[in-house]
């Protein structure tokens, strides 16, 4: 019996209309890896047809391997285990394997810092490949000689500088485990996850640069290190050492024994560290990301299928060449960060562009300065930045000579079609082709999305699947619905790329993922299929909302505000939001005698901030009398949505609602 029955096919017929489609360019296509749409269908064919025969083939064609596998694939369902017996290392297939080739002395990561608010620019870097490779072995020296072994895992919590790339693929090197914390989380999460994944270290910084603050790290370790669970345990007992990385922005409390500089660890080590030969299968990272309920899980991807995916799909989807400066804008804390700022490019041997900073700070001009400055050629971001760049106007962009772009990317959240009108026209200059991309933690590596050069694109979808990746629209019983028609999107066949598991908790990935339609992974994503084929994914099916790109678990806001003493009960709903995607709304009742005053929203906004980060925090708290609940006790969230979404909140909060009483009736309506 399905979990999620909401009629997806209702919010999808209204949104059924007339859509432009834009074909290739034969300008484009003639230079693309993937020309045409029937050389993409022929290719994908075959991938669907034929897959260990495909894969192996890529696999063979794309990566460096130690030793070669003996096995493409064995498909226990739902546990698949990709190029069995295989070994490789992903820092050797992202660094080690340029160093013989041209490739060398290139660029690999540009670094443009936030530029002052004086307007005096920000600092900059380059690391070549080479000058890369010596930092990673360096530092993958520093983790061994502070205790690190293959497969420990460690906790990275950096900002957006070339030290997160540096740490992760030193990680890779020795075999260790990372998991990375997007440097927005409170001290809460970073101690949750550090008590999930039993973490041995700390990689940080003192601080983090945003909007000309300095973002305190190193003072949340601190806090996130002395946290407790319920019964006075420490959260965080299992870490032993914390290395801090210089910034210079923040005096902080250094723990004799346990806290130790980057730049003086450097110093003891040599910088050549032979890498790690690992089993195909061995872990590469743990990243959490929000579900339906509890805690965030702890999603695991492994070594070989994750790096296919990444290199794939990024050579592919963004028709990667040698000469492209590539700048994929997402925090490396998510996993777009993974896959499309650091494995990705590097495996690929192109130069990835890191900014460290917001996208209108000192001016809304920033992104594209940035895109002048470095003759940026493929852009990659997210559709609230592009809706928010519509607002703040087309003079930004075009004070800049945005000619070097060559293709864009979008990723996270469905893209209005107002939005992806006006990326085509004011960002492409009408010529780049769009890559509207749909993928997920989960899912390691984009997995529906237009080729550039051969899938001719309509505003708003995502058009057809990736190599070796079967989606299908399903009813409630698994049973695919007819064309035009609202479903749930599910993946039929296993891909390299896919989540191993969750770390600690492979009961919870059976019941997630494989237990909603039978034999199929479930996306938690309603979708439907145009007459074409083509995909339009419609939002989170699920109590999963997506706000701002970023995936927030409904009950996760929710037990954060039940943490708070004045918080009786807490229902959280999504509501539409123009520039957001999605907005949060909290319905709140207070435990008896708490008065519910205006300062008391404020103060409950604040305290989710602090449990779990700033980008969870509710948009709108409204303070009721009860919860509406169904006669067996389950809040009524279809209500709430409906009240969430069309009732305008009054400025006094001292009317509260009385949700009850529309429970009753809507009980009496059924
Ligand atoms: O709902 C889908 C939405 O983002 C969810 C995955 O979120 P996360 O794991 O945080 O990964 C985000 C970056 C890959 C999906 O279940 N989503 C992602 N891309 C798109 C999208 N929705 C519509 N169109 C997309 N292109």
């Not at 032979?274 to 990243?287: C, Q, R, T, V, W």
């Not at 296919?308 to 804390?333: I, S």
Request: one cysteine or more.
């Amino acid at each position: 019996m399905s979990k999620y029955n909401e009629p997806v096919s209702a919010n999808i017929t209204s949104v059924l209309r007339e859509v432009r489609v834009f074909p290739p360019t034969k300008d484009f296509s003639k230079h693309a890896h993937i020309k045409s749409l029937s050389h993409y269908r022929k290719l994908y064919n075959e991938s669907i047809k034929s897959p260990e025969k495909f894969w192996g083939q890529q696999a063979k064609n794309e990566l460096v391997w130690f030793k070669p596998w003996k096995k493409v694939l064995q498909w226990k369902e739902p546990f698949a285990k990709w190029f069995i017996g295989g070994q490789l290392n992903v820092s050797v297939n992202c660094l080690d394997k340029h160093l013989e080739t041209p490739v060398a002395n290139r660029a690999a990561i540009i670094w443009e810092g936030e530029p002052a608010a004086s307007g005096k620019p920000g600092e900059e870097r380059t690391l070549t490949y080479r000058q890369l490779h010596r930092e990673v072995c360096l530092f993958a020296n520093v983790l061994k000689r502070n205790g690190i072994k293959k497969g420990d895992r460690v906790i990275i919590y950096l900002p957006m500088v070339p030290e997160a790339a540096i740490a992760m693929l030193a990680c890779s090197r020795i075999g260790a485990v990372h998991s990375v914390v997007f440097g927005g989380y409170s001290a809460q999460s970073v101690a949750d996850r550090i008590f999930d994944s039993q973490a041995k270290m700390v990689i940080t910084a003192d601080g983090g640069f945003r909007r000309g603050a300095c973002v305190q790290l190193k003072k949340n370790v601190d806090d996130a290190l002395a946290l407790k669970d319920a019964q006075g345990n420490l959260l965080a007992k299992t870490i032993e050492k914390v290395i801090v990385l210089r910034r210079a922005c923040n005096d902080i409390h250094i723990q004799e024994g346990r806290d130790v500089w980057w730049h003086r660890e450097i110093e003891y080590v040599d910088a050549e560290c032979p890498a790690a030969k690992l089993d195909s299968e061995h872990p590469l990272f743990i990243l959490y990301t929000s579900g339906s309920t509890g805690k965030p899980k702890g999603i695991l991807h492994s070594t070989g299928g994750y790096l296919l995916g990444a290199k794939m799909t990024t050579k592919y989807v963004f028709d990667l060449q040698e000469t492209d400066v590539y700048w994929c804008t997402a925090d490396v804390g998510w996993v777009t960060g993974h896959s499309y700022v650091v494995y990705g490019p590097l495996a690929n041997g192109a130069t990835s562009l890191m900014y460290e900073g917001a996208p209108n700070f000192p001016e809304p001009d920033r992104f594209w300065r940035i895109i002048e400055k470095y003759s940026v050629s493929v852009l990659y971001t997210a559709p609230t930045a592009i809706r928010a760049f519509m607002k703040w106007g087309v003079e930004w962009p075009k004070k800049h000579d945005l000619s070097s772009l060559r293709v864009l990317g979008t990723v996270g959240e469905p893209i209005n079609p107002e939005a992806w009108i006006w990326y085509h026209e004011v960002i492409g200059g009408k010529r780049c082709p769009i890559v509207d991309t749909w993928w997920q933690t989960e899912t390691g590596g984009i997995m529906i999305t237009p080729l550039p050069g051969a899938t001719p694109t309509k505003p708003g979808s995502a058009t057809l699947p990736f190599f070796g990746v079967l989606p299908e629209v399903v009813d409630n019983n698994g049973d695919p619905v007819p064309r035009n028609t609202g479903g749930k999107l599910v993946i039929r066949k296993p891909w390299p790329g896919m989540l191993r598991g969750i770390w600690g908790d492979q009961q919870r990935y059976k019941e997630v993922y494989w237990s909603e339609v039978k034999g199929s992974y479930f996306t938690g994503d309603g979708c439907r299929q145009d007459k074409d084929g083509y995909f339009w994914i419609v939002g989170r099916i699920d109590d999963v909302l997506n706000v701002a790109g970023h995936r927030i678990g409904t009950a996760e806001v929710e037990s954060a505000l039940v943490s708070n003493q004045k918080v009786a009960e807490a229902a959280v709903v999504g509501r539409p939001d123009e520039l957001k995607g999605q907005a949060l709304v909290a319905f709140v009742t207070l435990k008896t005698g708490v008065p519910a005053l205006p300062e008391l929203r404020e103060e409950l906004r604040n305290h989710v901030a602090k449990e779990i980060g700033p980008v969870a925090k509710p948009d709108d708290i409204r303070f009721a009398e009860a919860l509406p609940k169904t006669r067996s006790g389950k809040i009524m969230r279809r209500l709430l949505k409906q009240i969430a979404c069309g009732i305008e909140i009054k400025g006094d909060t001292t009317t509260l609602e009385d949700l009850s009483v529309l429970a009753r009736l809507s009980q009496n309506e059924e």
